[in-house]
């Protein structure tokens, strides 16, 4: 950080002691000083990890894309629905209307971001599209897989924690556009919280079978136009 000693202590000893001249050189420092430090603050104020509110609004239009959802999300907290309990329903802000969210957190936004900018550098391959979706729920419990069908549609299966009513929402509705263009994706979710999705032939932190795998819940397309199940006997795994 500069301050304003930068430049006074570059006055020559013969002049350090006269009071009226030093003022002068530390006032017409002082807007130097403060452009510097402004400058200087900018990087940290728009890193995507520390940004908050309209600056957070500015690095998501950088990368294309805004906190406002096309399509309110019905995730409210509520102790009487299933997936909107603790942990996993959103609280509804002051200014959200009763019909849904129409506008992310700061939290929630910033994976969107994260998810945009691995889908503008995706190389189209499901190793790669696995890695960005690992990236996003790093930390968090959840485990995702991808497997292509074979038929033009690929199926995003998340295992473990079970994501926030919000997260749901926005992988569910194609907010997370991970996806060959033209490919149908789908999305499975765990019925049961911290376990994998139930299949046979398969035994890992993805996919398992009786009395630990739970069954699959799933989401809705992105063009809403295939309500899909899981389907057992999962061999395959991207």
């Known amino acids: 950080m500069s301050n304003v000693s930068d430049y006074t202590s570059l006055v020559t000893s013969e002049h350090q002691d006269a009071p009226k001249f030093m003022a002068m050189v530390s006032a017409v420092s002082q807007c130097f000083v403060d452009q510097i430090n402004v400058a200087q603050s900018i990087p940290a104020a728009f890193d995507l990890d520390a940004a908050v509110g309209v600056q957070l609004d500015a690095v998501g239009l950088w990368v294309g894309i805004t906190r406002q959802i096309d399509t309110p999300l019905t995730v409210y907290f509520s102790l009487d629905v299933a997936s909107l309990g603790f942990d996993q329903g959103s609280w509804q802000g002051p200014f959200d209307p009763s019909t849904g969210l129409t506008s992310l957190d700061d939290a929630t936004f910033r994976t969107l971001i994260r998810a945009k900018i691995a889908a503008n550098s995706w190389d189209g391959t499901i190793p790669s599209a696995a890695a960005a979706y ?22 995003v299966g998340v295992s473990g924690a079970i994501p926030s ?66 389907a057992l006997g999962v061999s395959t795994l991207g």
């Open 134 to 155: 690992a990236n996003l729920f790093g930390g968090s419990g959840s485990y995702v897989f991808l497997q292509d069908n074979q038929n033009m549609t690929v199926t």
């Open 165 to 230: 009513a919000v997260l749901i929402s926005l992988i569910s509705g194609g907010y997370l556009p991970l996806r060959p263009e033209g490919v149908l994706a789908t999305y499975v979710f765990p019925s049961v919280n911290n376990t994998a999705l139930f299949g046979f032939d398969v035994e890992n932190q993805y996919v398992s079978g009786l009395d630990v795998g739970s069954w699959g819940v799933s989401g809705a397309t992105q063009q809403n136009l295939l309500d899909y199940t899981f």
